[in-house]
């Protein structure tokens, strides 16, 4: 059966996350994509090294490239130029996660690639988005995770925190790829292409936008209160005696059963916890009583019980033990894939999203560095000398 984006070509001149996660997203339905980087290898071929051989990349490379073509351009060379107006003129989407000055000096901008394909849809993504006093900056994840409010509700007064993993960056390049595929399916309605703008600032602030509203309706000023939850209780990781749980309690029912599983039946006739926002508020107290009950039990016993209880638990996982997981592996949410630079397998997770009868498809790892440069180009119509000059000179 057709992959959902057959027939469908990107160019990727993206970089770290948000651009090429956006891209793969795409590949992974079926457009080939084709990522470009500078020659020698762009600065996140090698981010967060795993020990590869030569060109093979780091971590992150190998996870936000899968099922693309490789080739290696300078796209500032004249020469490099005319490579990138023919491959232009054959792409759907052009995917830059470069600031506009950037694409405009590098003739990536809407305006120079409608010259060459009146139609190209260009997918781009800023820092802060455009239309503001920040909008000529560069931005990366931390900042839009502390533009948001969300660094300063994390970890305590005296200490924010961020989390490590740039929800910020996945975020944007997720919303990306639904833009792109919004501005494919308008361009088969009326033939015309257009801009796609993602920001790391618009994300961040979209999905911190009910707490925004909450601030904005109530002056409520909260502060952070480690991970302990806002709005219900008990909402907190626990201690138990071999590691760690979380545990969510949202809803009267689910108090209810909460309550009678630690023997606290009572504390539903108690006004401080009459609703999910004033057991929050009062959420010092239920997380106590909750720990007490955490620590007399191995994890495996105090999530047996809650399950029991129909109440929303997980245990707390290493990236080892995450790696180890039963369900984790079982599910598929990785899978152990080949690649050519490296000794092992690796750990690969799948498109994040299933589509029941045209799902996203692995069918190539992370491409070497140049590896299909020459591919490329001779389906352009180059030929080996030519491609050959190209090199000698540079311009691959």
Not at 138 to 158: K, N, R, W
Not at 390 to 395: H, Q
Request: charged content about 20%.
């Amino acid at each position: 059966m057709p992959a959902v984006l057959d027939g469908i070509r990107v160019l990727d001149f993206g970089r770290y996350i948000a651009g090429p996660f956006c891209a793969a997203l795409l590949a992974d339905f079926g457009a080939e994509v084709i990522r470009i980087e500078r020659i020698g290898g762009g600065e996140d071929r090698n981010f967060i090294s795993v020990g590869a051989r030569p060109d093979g990349g780091g971590a992150m490379f190998l996870a936000m490239n899968r099922n693309k073509l490789g080739m290696t351009l300078d796209p500032a060379a004249a020469e490099g130029r005319e490579i990138v107006k023919k491959l232009v003129a054959t792409a759907d989407v052009v995917v830059a996660n470069l600031p506009p000055r950037v694409l405009r000096s590098l003739a990536l901008d809407l305006d120079s690639l409608r010259q060459i394909k009146p139609d190209i849809i260009l997918t781009t993504v800023t820092g802060f988005g455009a239309g503001g006093p920040l909008s000529h900056k560069h931005g990366f994840d931390g900042i839009g995770q502390a533009m948001c409010g969300a660094v300063y509700l994390s970890g305590t007064p005296e200490q924010p925190v961020a989390l490590k993993l740039p929800w910020v960056d996945f975020g944007t390049a997720c919303l990306s790829a639904f833009g792109t595929l919004a501005a494919l399916i308008e361009r088969k309605k009326t033939g015309r292409g257009q801009k796609v703008e993602g920001a790391l600032l618009r994300t961040a602030i979209a999905f911190a936008n009910a707490t925004l509203i909450e601030q904005a309706l109530t002056g409520v000023n909260r502060v952070a209160t480690v991970n302990r939850g806002f709005n219900a209780a008990p909402a907190d990781f626990y201690r138990c005696k071999d590691g760690w749980i979380v545990t969510t309690v949202i809803g009267e029912p689910m108090f209810r059963r909460w309550t009678q599983m630690i023997g606290e039946d009572h504390w539903l006739e108690d006004p401080r916890f009459a609703d999910d926002q004033s057991r929050a508020d009062d959420g010092e107290i239920i997380s106590a009583r909750m720990t007490l009950w955490c620590a007399e039990r191995t994890c495996v016993q105090a999530l047996t019980a809650l399950e029991e209880f129909s109440i929303v638990a997980g245990q707390l996982c290493s990236p080892q033990q995450a790696l180890d997981d039963d369900h984790i592996r079982a599910a598929r949410l990785l899978e152990d894939v080949p690649h050519p630079a490296l000794a092992t397998d690796f750990p690969l997770a799948p498109t994040p999203i299933e589509l029941s009868e045209t799902p996203g498809t692995y069918r190539r790892p992370a491409p070497l560095l140049g590896e299909h440069t020459e591919e490329i180009l001779t389906s352009l119509g180059y030929d080996g000398a030519e491609i050959a000059a190209l090199r000698a000179e540079r311009v691959i």
